[in-house]
């Protein structure tokens, strides 16, 4: 470790400390951007809610749909042939609705982040 000479630490000066007044002004600054930031954060949540009950739903049905099939099946090419669609569509509906959350997410980030950057700027 290397030491650092007594004339570099006389010259670094402690923070000063704090007022109760200044942090209850920041936390008052705080508790506001939290309450303006509040209505962006609640749509971004609602929106990545109902894209991922409509995910869900897909899945489902896609399930659904593969389950009656199997129920007619008669050939070992026809459960293949029904095992490889399922899992076709349900590999381009989970990246679809992957990147559709990926999206909601930074679009709730940047709307979160928009508010606190301008309080920080202020």
């Known amino acids: 470790m290397a030491k650092v ?7 670094i000066a402690p ?10 002004e920041s936390d008052r600054d705080a508790s506001a951007t939290a309450v303006i930031s509040n209505p962006a954060v609640n749509a971004g949540l609602e929106a990545i809610g109902l894209e991922v009950a409509q995910y869900v739903r897909t899945a489902f049905e896609s399930a659904g749909e593969t389950a009656r099939g199997m129920l007619g099946v008669r050939t070992l090419e026809d459960v293949l042939r029904l095992q490889t669609d399922f899992a076709k569509r349900s590999l381009d509906s989970f990246i679809e609705h992957g990147a559709k959350l990926s999206e909601l997410g930074c679009s709730l980030v940047g709307a ?3 508010t606190w950057g301008m309080r920080a700027r202020s």
């Not at 923070?15 to 209850?24: C, L, M």
Request: glycine letters at 0%; hydrophobic letters at 30%.
């Open 5 to 11: 000479s007594p004339d570099i630490r006389a010259n």
């Open 15 to 24: 923070p000063p400390a704090r007022s109760h007044v200044d942090v209850t």
């Open 112 to 114: 979160s982040a928009e």
